[in-house]
C-alpha cells in the first residue's frame, strides 16, 4: 500500500498494491479505492469526538477521540514589543499562544509508511520496582492546521483494535460517531498523561523544530524520587533543498543542579532526510530527573544536499511535574 492518498476533486482515494512485493520481486499490481469525501477545514471552532481526519504532513487516516487546548511557544512569531529591545543582550520572554490540537486514533493499515512513531502515549509501570514504560500503539497529537476532514459511509472506517471501544457509530449524528463511555472513562482515569499543554516551536536555516513535552508520574523508592517525562519532537524542512540530520545534542539541566550533555549519530537509531516529497519526520523519547522540574535545550547537526552543514535549534522546552501525577494503569487494563 502506498499511503499517499489525494482528492479528485472532493473524493478521497488511497492507491495500495493487491500483494506484498518482496524486493527480488516485480511490481505489483495496484488499484484505487474510495475512502471518503472531504469536506472543507474548519477555519474557526473545533472538531468533535468522531471526526474522520486525513493527516495533512504525514498523509495516514484517522479520527479525533478529544481536542485539547495547548499553549504554544512560538520563537519564529514576532513577541510583544518591551524593554528589552534597548538592551539586545536581555532575551525576550516568549508568549504562549493558546492553540487547539487533538488525541487522534490513527488507522493501523497506515502505521508501517508514516514517517512518525505512532506510539507517541507512554505509561509509567504499576510495578513499585520496575521502570517499565508501556506504549499504545495508534495514538498522535495533531495540530488544528494538520487536519483534513473527511466523511465516509463505512461504519468502522478507521481499523484499530480500540475503534470499537471508544466509538459508537449513529448516524443521524455529524460526525456520524460519538464517544463511548470507555472512552470518557479512559480519558478521566489517565488525565495528566494526555493532557497537552505546552508546544515549543523554532525554525533555523528553514528546518522547524516542534518539542511537545508530557509528564508521566513519579517512581517513589526508599532512596530516591525519579520523575519521569516524554516529549515528541517533529522535523519539518520548509525549504526548497533536502537536508539530512546527522548529530544531535542535548542539555538537560536538573532541578537538583546537575547538567547533562548527550551527543550521539542521529535519533532513535536514524538519520532521517527531510526532502521536498517527505518534508517531516516525528518521534518521541523520554528523560528521567530526580528533581521534580527541569529543562531541556540542545541542537540537531544538519547537512544540506549541496554539502553545507549547520546546528539546528531545539527550542529549550521545561520539564514540570504535576501533583496529581502517579502510576498508570497499562494499556492492557482497557
Not at 523519547?285 to 544538519?302: D, E, I, K, N, Y
Request: aromatic share 12%; net charge neutral; proline share 7%.
Amino acid at each position: 500500500m502506498e499511503l499517499f492518498k489525494f482528492a479528485c476533486p472532493r473524493l478521497l482515494v488511497v492507491r495500495f498494491t493487491t500483494t506484498p512485493r518482496p524486493k527480488s520481486a516485480a511490481r505489483g499490481y495496484a488499484r484505487l479505492a474510495e475512502v471518503g469525501k472531504l469536506e472543507s477545514p474548519k477555519l474557526s471552532g473545533r472538531y468533535d469526538t468522531g471526526q474522520l481526519i486525513l493527516h495533512r504532513v504525514f498523509g495516514y487516516r484517522g479520527v479525533v477521540l478529544f481536542p485539547w487546548l495547548a499553549r504554544v511557544y512560538d520563537r519564529d512569531l514576532p513577541q510583544q514589543k518591551d524593554a528589552d529591545e534597548l538592551n539586545p543582550a536581555v532575551v525576550k520572554e516568549v508568549h504562549g499562544r493558546q492553540h487547539l490540537f487533538y488525541q487522534v486514533l490513527i488507522d493501523q493499515r497506515d502505521c508501517p509508511f508514516i514517517r512518525a512513531q505512532t506510539e507517541a502515549v507512554t505509561f509509567l509501570g504499576n510495578q513499585e520496582s520496575s521502570r517499565s514504560l508501556y506504549a499504545i500503539p495508534g495514538l498522535d497529537y495533531v495540530a488544528h492546521e494538520d487536519i483534513m476532514p473527511y466523511t465516509s459511509a463505512d461504519k468502522a472506517p478507521v481499523q484499530h483494535e480500540l475503534f470499537d471501544k471508544f466509538l459508537a457509530h449513529a448516524g443521524d449524528k455529524d460526525p456520524p460517531f460519538i464517544a463511548q463511555e470507555t472512552l470518557k472513562a479512559w480519558q478521566n482515569k489517565n488525565h495528566p498523561w494526555l493532557e497537552l499543554s505546552d508546544v515549543h516551536k523554532e525554525t533555523t536555516e528553514n528546518v522547524r523544530v516542534t518539542v511537545i513535552p508530557f509528564y508521566m508520574g513519579c517512581r517513589e523508592s526508599h532512596a530516591s524520587s525519579v520523575y519521569w517525562w516524554r516529549y515528541c519532537i517533529r522535523l519539518e524542512n520548509l525549504g526548497a533543498l533536502a537536508v539530512q540530520l546527522r548529530e544531535r545534542h542535548w542539555r538537560i539541566f536538573s532541578l537538583s543542579g546537575t547538567l547533562e550533555t548527550v551527543r550521539g549519530r542521529g535519533v532513535v537509531g536514524q538519520e532521517p532526510a527531510l526532502t521536498r516529497t517527505l518534508p517531516a519526520f516525528q518521534y518521541s523519547s523520554h528523560v528521567s530527573l530526580q528533581a521534580p522540574s527541569g529543562h531541556m535545550w540542545g541542537t540537531f547537526r544538519m547537512e544540506r544536499e549541496d554539502g553545507y552543514t549547520f546546528d539546528c535549534r531545539i527550542p529549550p522546552f521545561s520539564l514540570e511535574s504535576k501533583p496529581e501525577g502517579g502510576p498508570a494503569a497499562p494499556p492492557g487494563s482497557l
